[in-house]
């Protein structure tokens, strides 16, 4: 078996402020500084601030919530109906040729921040394998995360900060 490391996101993953706040309840409350893209009812999304493509968004509730099964039905449907408009403005900005959108839930099943649920979108395109990454121990972003946000914002209608 084959191990891939991704030692560039440690620093994210693992932050937390001198209060223990975790990075997601963090960015909740801010805008364009915590790359937050937009919030709808009980859940908001943010840009992958070590992201995997450009777009590659995370969406979460807005409670302190770690098990899946917990969510209550209100906060799930907010959560759906978020990740839905988000791909919506993906494909409307970066015109993606499909999406890998999940959870990993728990540390085991590869959640970097596994106390604090959150879903991934993921925009793809054709022929990107991430070869580079492999071979080169290099992620390649073609876009500057703040002009992804900017973009993003304007396609989901959230007002600038």
């Known amino acids: 078996m ?10 994210y993953v693992s932050h937390t402020d001198s209060t223990g706040a975790c990075v997601l309840c963090e960015a909740a409350s801010g ?7 937009a919030a709808d009812g009980r859940a908001f999304a943010l840009l992958n601030r070590y ?12 409670a302190h919530v770690s098990e899946f099964s917990d969510l209550d039905a209100a906060t799930l449907a907010d959560l759906m109906r978020l990740a839905q408009r988000v791909v919506r403005a993906i ?14 839930l728990g540390e085991a099943a590869g959640a970097g921040i596994a106390d604090h649920l959150h879903l991934h979108v993921v925009p793809r395109w054709r022929g990107d394998t991430s070869f580079i990454t492999v071979n080169a ?9 703040g002009e992804t ?9 959230t007002p600038d900060a």
């Open 31 to 37: 805008g364009v500084e915590t790359l937050t893209l």
């Open 2 to 11: 084959q191990h891939i490391f991704a030692p560039w996101r440690f620093a």
């Open 91 to 104: 494909e409307a900005t970066y015109h993606p040729h499909g999406f890998n959108v999940g959870f990993n």
């Open 149 to 157: 946000c900017a973009k993003l914002r304007r396609a989901l209608g």
């Open 51 to 62: 992201p995997y493509t450009s777009g590659h968004t995370m969406v979460a509730p807005l």
């Open 137 to 145: 121990d290099l992620r390649v972003v073609p876009e500057d995360l």
